[in-house]
């Protein structure tokens, strides 16, 4: 184990101190040449012009080979540099690497290549450390998640029979039973909820394993279809230009949960006796329903991100519907375009 | 904890008492469900745990179970898979909070006859009950009479005075919902429920009730059939017989 600081300053200066011990010898044998030279040519006898252009040479000489001296040393560097830079930070970028592939929700701890400098060793314990720690934190509140909806169920199935028996004590007022309806529509409400979250638990829970091939197009006819009492109870119209035969690779539970929340979202955000559109093609599948303004796209996707009075929905349909895509490396979108609101998903 | 109802003693010999076993170890839930169910048709029977509800498996003969999953003791699953080694043929519903596709598959394979996810209204349970209880005994011929109505639950047809009442699937389902939950009343939010099914959650507005349930009514009564079904408060329904 060594710094790495002083692993690079010790090559430079190992390269410096043999170079200049190097010029050594060679600056001495170069100037006595010349001086030996000067002397057998003049005779020994050293005019003032003499000692001026002994001295114009070697200032010439000297610089000349330092300048070349001082390029061999910069070359060389620039060289050992990139080659020993190379080598020195391989674990660092073969880390960084490795945490780029990391996922926090396949919750694979990384395994980080042994190194035997101390700076980076030091980076991937801790790194360890703090991957691991994410990883137990994300798994216990999804956990936790899973089992406070689970829960809640029993408690609420409770609340929700003693309604129901309230109701059947007399003599109840109307005010009495207009009560008990508005408790029983509230609960209902908690109870699709907590349903929905229970379901996003699963699905980040890695609880749908299986992917089949699905045939989409049969699966918007049959959604439809479901669908239809509801669109003719609000006067609303359809139009599916499906093409077929289109399929994708998918959990059947989820992708039904994922067409059946993009579907119902267009019906419900559309006044009645308005249309939907809807479009499959190869990799594409779009839901289009009118609408003046277009949505703050923010928060859309996000769980209860699009809670609000006018929509009292659960606010965890299109949260569930990227959760989805997100699982299969889907993108789904949200634009607005010549008074449409057009959700798209790719696959 | 251990709650035995028996508010009813005059009608138990008349024709068929039904047994009722509610597994449940809430005692809050089981005693809601018992007091709902209990009536001159019905006599319910409580286990809140494992190794009571097998003593009373093992002892007596149920026309139905109601079965929850997560017992203090031991599986639900276990209990019926005991049943069944037993060649036992009680009706069984699973009442449970496990609600995913594989806990419902894993139920009825184990040889359940129903299952209702918690929370639940308790005239879609006493629906589920009711027509669990009718298939089991009778199973060819299942026909509720009442008056001059028949309801062929085979053939899914309805007829007043021998002549045939065309019902929407939705109208039928509420019919049913009705005649099982007779002298009860019924909210709206169960009836959307019940209606709706997995589409419940989608939609906001019960007003939709209203129209099957004004137009069940109507087809019923130009057939001829008394008015059983009352309104309430409203927007509440009882069907008094």
């Known amino acids: 184990m060594s710094k790495l600081q002083n692993r690079s300053l010790k090559r430079f200066v190992q390269y410096a101190a043999l170079v200049l011990g190097c010029s050594i010898p060679v600056y001495y044998f170069i100037l006595s040449q010349l001086w030996q030279y000067e002397l057998n040519e003049h005779n020994i006898v050293l005019t003032a012009k003499a000692v001026r252009e002994d001295s114009f040479l070697i200032i010439g000489a000297v610089t000349g080979l330092t300048v070349l001296f001082f390029g061999l040393l910069l070359a060389g560097l620039v060289l050992l540099n990139r080659r020993l830079g190379r080598k020195l930070w391989t674990p660092f970028y073969d880390s960084l690497s490795r945490i780029r592939t990391f996922d926090l929700q396949q919750h694979k701890q990384i395994r980080f290549a042994d190194t035997d400098i101390d700076e980076f060793a030091e980076l991937n314990t801790n790194l360890d450390k703090l991957i691991g720690s994410a990883i137990s934190a994300y798994t216990q509140q999804k956990e936790f998640a899973d089992n406070a909806s689970h829960e809640l169920q029993t408690p609420l199935a409770i609340v929700q029979s003693k309604l129901d028996l309230l109701l059947q004590s007399r003599p109840l007022t109307q005010e009495q039973y207009d009560l008990i309806e508005d408790a029983h529509k509230a609960l209902t409400r908690v109870g699709r909820i907590n349903k929905n979250l229970l379901l996003l638990a699963r699905i980040d829970n890695n609880r749908y394993g299986e992917a089949t091939s699905i045939a989409l197009t049969t699966l918007l006819q049959t959604t439809l279809e479901d669908f239809e009492p509801f669109l003719k109870e609000r006067q609303m119209a359809v139009g599916a230009k499906l093409d077929e035969p289109v399929t994708v690779q998918g959990n059947r539970e989820l992708v039904t949960i994922l067409v059946h929340n993009l579907l119902s979202n267009a019906i419900r955000h559309s006044a009645a006796g308005a249309a939907i559109f809807v479009q499959l093609s190869p990799g594409l599948l779009e839901f289009r329903n009118a609408g003046r303004v277009p949505l703050h796209t923010g928060r859309l996707f996000q769980r209860f991100g699009t809670v609000s009075s006018e929509t009292p929905g659960t606010g965890l349909g299109l949260a569930l519907v990227k959760q989805v895509a997100d699982r299969y490396g889907w993108t789904v979108a949200y634009h607005f375009e010549n008074g449409q609101h057009i959700f798209s998903l790719r696959f | ?241």
């Open chain 2, 1 to 241: 904890m251990r709650v035995v109802f028996r508010m009813f003693s005059k009608s138990l010999c008349s024709f068929g008492v039904m047994k009722i076993l509610i597994v449940e170890d809430e005692p809050d839930l089981a005693a809601s469900i018992g007091a709902y169910l209990s009536d001159e048709h019905y006599r319910c029977e409580f286990a809140a745990d494992y190794a009571t509800a097998l003593e009373k498996i093992d002892l007596y003969a149920y026309d139905c179970i109601l079965l929850d999953l997560m017992l203090p003791g031991g599986s639900g699953l276990k209990l019926l898979e005991e049943l069944r080694a037993q060649q036992k043929q009680d009706g069984v519903i699973i009442i449970s909070a496990k609600d995913a596709i594989e806990d419902k598959v894993a139920g009825l394979q184990t040889g359940a006859d129903d299952y209702l996810a918690k929370p639940f209204h308790l005239p879609e349970l006493a629906a589920r009950v009711h027509s669990l209880i009718r298939r089991k005994q009778f199973g060819t011929t299942n026909v509720i009479e009442q008056n001059e109505l028949k309801i062929d639950l085979l053939a899914k047809t309805v007829t007043v005075e021998d002549r045939e009442v065309v019902l929407t699937k939705k109208e039928y389902d509420l019919l049913l919902l009705f005649v099982s939950n007779r002298n009860k009343v019924i909210s709206k939010s169960a009836i959307a429920e019940q209606l709706s099914g997995d589409m419940a959650d989608m939609f906001d507005s019960y007003d939709f009730i209203y129209a099957h349930v004004k137009n069940l009514k109507r087809k019923l009564q130009e057939a001829g059939y008394g008015n059983y079904l009352k309104t309430l408060y409203g927007t509440g329904y009882k069907w008094v017989i």
